[in-house]
């Protein structure tokens, strides 16, 4: 584990986990759904590196369908986040 925050604060990797493609996220805290572009460009102002993304409390609309839309907002932030995609689909 020591190695792995040596490489973070050595690096300065900045990590964004547990952000959603809903209404709320896992936790019940707000998410991005209709606000994904001014979502991602928050993050990139903040220079994150790493955004992973759940998919609770959606609108019913499939994965496969929403996910896309915070990619392209990350891919026009102008900065390169990995985008991390979670592979569990609750609604």
């Excluded at 604060?9 to 019940?28: H, M, P, R, S, W």
């Excluded at 609770?56 to 896309?68: H, L, M």
Aim: hydrophobic share 35%.
């Amino acid at each position: 584990m020591n190695h792995i925050i040596f490489f973070i604060q050595y690096f300065e990797t900045i990590f964004l986990d547990n952000l959603d493609a809903g209404y709320k996220t896992c936790g019940g805290r707000p998410a991005s759904l209709g606000y994904e572009g001014k979502d991602a460009n928050t993050y990139a102002s903040w220079t994150v590196d790493y955004l992973k993304y759940d998919n609770c409390n959606s609108d019913g609309t499939i994965p496969e369908k929403r996910y896309p839309v915070m990619r392209d907002a990350l891919n026009a932030s102008g900065r390169p986040i990995f985008f991390s995609m979670c592979g569990m689909f609750f609604n």
